[in-house]
């Protein structure tokens, strides 16, 4: 059986904490290609195709075609920023985009310009804004917002939201006391507990809204009980965490192809110079520290040590970002991993990836803002597991270790979709063909 999917008819609205480079070129992006000026490369939903059935019945639809997703021309804009710039003049600074492509879409990009963010210097501390929120409470704060994302919702006369972090990385924080159920939440926020963060407030005020959230920083933000719970509550998918976009995409096609073979890995250094407004952030110790963490542990998960101990036991894995202004949004990521082969003989590998962050993120927010919708017009709630292909801190049910390998990832993805239209799963056994 498949599940009862609502139509997505109607204008699909897309929020997000954050107007910066990330958010302003997925916007531009978009527009772009609905003006016939470039390809949406990257993104899944708009070039992938599922396989249906066996090999030999040819079934081979695009996703778009397969399961009934909103359309570019369905999705209106909007969003916060600590800077008050419209999308225009925030792509322009950005300056991912060149300055010939922007002008032909300077005039959906200017009417475009962002609330007033929620914000806390304590918990990004090297960018500074005037266009924030600074009256009452934290609570005060989330019911601002809510009323932010009510009125936005009826004056773009939008049937449908969701909400993708886009903002900066936080300083590193654990779950307290605040955290553990949302009567203890709430209570925070009236008190303006310093253990919650901006993008908490985000994500609480979406998540009382009914609108799906996904966390595009390795921020805490959705990982504490109370949220969760909220979610599951009202009804509402959300998923995350941190776009795994460059460096730790990198990491998550090679690992799998280490272990596949059974070589060993005893170290592996990254390093980064990114010079854009995430990498002045992340200059700050305690703001590389949450993404650090995030971009750690997808080795541990992929080669499991554990099972392997000769093998990825002693791995060294050391990971550095340095600010270089000059690089701007075209972050260098090299990495240098060692290792070994048959009989312990060692081996090289080298990896200089000369990226584009925001170009290679704008098309998984897209597709998170298209698949998210389809979550929830399905009947979805809570945690999207499925959605870990584009993460590098995969969200997953309490206890249950996260899955990183990005071809098993995929799988789990498309199976989603083939389960969700009552199609059968792909095992890739084929037996059948040889019986």
């Known amino acids: 059986m498949s599940l009862k999917i609502e139509s997505p008819k109607g204008k699909l609205g897309v929020l997000t904490p954050g107007m910066g480079a990330v958010s302003t070129t997925f916007i531009a992006g978009v527009e772009a290609v609905k003006k016939g000026l470039g390809e949406p490369v990257g993104s899944l939903t708009q070039l992938g195709t599922i396989r249906l059935g066996k090999r030999t019945d040819n079934r081979v639809p695009m996703i778009k075609d397969f399961v009934p997703l909103a359309g570019l021309k369905q999705l209106v804009f909007g969003g916060w920023d600590i800077f008050p710039d419209n999308a225009y003049e925030a792509a322009r600074k950005a300056q991912v985009l060149n300055s010939d492509l922007l002008a032909k879409l300077k005039a959906p990009l200017q009417k475009i310009s962002p609330m007033k963010a929620v914000f806390d210097p304590r918990y990004v501390r090297r960018i500074d804004g005037p266009n924030v929120k600074t009256k009452g409470s934290l609570k ?6 809510i009323d932010d994302i009510a009125k936005f919702k009826k004056q773009n006369q939008c049937d449908r939201l969701v909400m993708v972090w886009c903002g900066s990385t936080e300083v590193f924080c654990e779950p307290a006391a605040v955290h553990q159920d949302l009567k203890a939440f709430e209570k925070g926020l009236a008190a303006s507990d310093e253990n919650i963060a901006p993008s908490q407030v985000y994500a609480y005020a979406a998540l009382k809204s009914g609108v799906p959230f996904a966390n595009g920083a390795p921020n805490l933000t959705l990982d504490v009980p109370a949220l969760q719970a909220l979610a599951k509550d ?7 965490k941190d776009f795994k ?3 730790t995409y990198m990491k998550t096609l090679i690992s799998p192809g280490l272990k596949a073979r059974m070589l060993g890995c005893s170290g592996w250094y990254s390093t980064n110079i990114l010079g854009n407004r995430d990498g002045e952030v992340l200059d700050d110790p305690e703001s590389f520290k949450t993404k650090e963490v995030s971009k750690l542990s997808v ?5 499991q040590p554990n099972l392997y101990p000769q093998l990825y036991k002693d791995l060294f894995h050391t990971v550095r970002i340095n600010y270089y202004p000059p690089r701007g949004d075209a972050k260098e990521g090299w990495d240098n991993i060692d290792v070994f082969g048959w009989l312990g003989y060692p081996m090289q590998i080298k990896v200089n990836f000369l990226c584009r962050d925001s170009i290679l993120a704008a098309p998984l927010v897209l597709d998170l803002v298209l698949l998210l919708d389809l979550a929830q017009r399905s009947g979805l709630k809570g945690i999207q597991e499925w959605l870990s292909f584009y993460f590098k801190s995969p969200m997953t049910a309490p206890g249950l270790y996260p899955e990183h390998d990005l071809f098993i990832q995929l799988i789990k993805l498309k199976n989603t979709l083939r389960w969700m239209k009552g199609e059968d799963m792909i095992t890739h056994l084929g037996q059948e063909y040889y019986d």
């Open 140 to 145: 005060d704060k989330a019911e601002a917002l």
């Open 234 to 240: 009202r009804g509402v998918p959300v998923c995350g």
């Open 299 to 303: 080795l541990d998960h992929i080669l």
């Open 245 to 247: 976009t460059g460096q």
